[in-house]
């Protein structure tokens, strides 16, 4: 049970860190350049979004600690962690080509890709254990939620 909490931790505080890593690029032009951005009527207010991400985060890091927890040292488990980890870097792509390089059509491609990598890291996820894929699906609805709004910022601008 400790080495489960430990795994889950360490899981959360690597998925927070590189939330916290990625808002660098956001928060380099969120008060300036995307404020001058026409955004669709249902865009939700800019203050929703840290504490939205913190709670996706914390979820995706318990999902991935409970897979580690299984045991890295199984190729089921080691491939779920690596679409995880893929999928991870490419969330935090978006953030840099949105935000940092002010790209809505790029970011538009990175976060399509990053849809199909989160769908693929439920579906080994699954394989694995059960709860740990339920605990990514807010995160891909917020993903789907994401991918229209930056679809429209991009059809808007």
């Known amino acids: 049970m400790k080495k489960k909490i430990a795994y889950i931790s360490i899981a959360v505080v690597i998925c927070l860190l590189i939330g916290f890593l990625s808002s660098f690029a956001t928060q380099s032009s969120v008060s300036t350049w995307y404020t001058t951005l026409n955004k669709p009527s249902f865009n939700p207010p800019d203050w929703i979004f840290a504490p939205v991400w913190t709670i996706l985060y914390i979820m995706m890091g318990v999902a991935a600690g409970l897979l580690w927890a299984k045991g890295f040292y199984h190729i089921w488990v080691k491939t779920a962690l690596y679409y995880f980890g893929f999928q991870l870097l490419f969330n935090a792509f978006w953030s840099i080509v949105f935000f940092?390089?002010?790209?809505?059509?790029?970011?538009?491609?990175?976060?399509?890709?990053?849809?199909?990598?989160?769908?693929?890291?439920?579906?080994?996820?699954?394989?694995?254990?059960?709860?740990?894929?339920?605990?990514?699906?807010?995160?891909?609805?917020?993903?789907?939620?994401?991918?229209?709004?930056?679809?429209?910022?991009?059809?808007?601008?």
């Open 100 to 157: 940092g390089f002010q790209q809505p059509f790029w970011a538009l491609v990175v976060i399509v890709i990053l849809l199909i990598l989160i769908l693929a890291t439920i579906r080994w996820f699954k394989i694995v254990s059960k709860p740990a894929a339920f605990l990514l699906i807010p995160y891909f609805l917020w993903v789907c939620f994401a991918t229209v709004l930056n679809f429209n910022i991009w059809k808007l601008n």
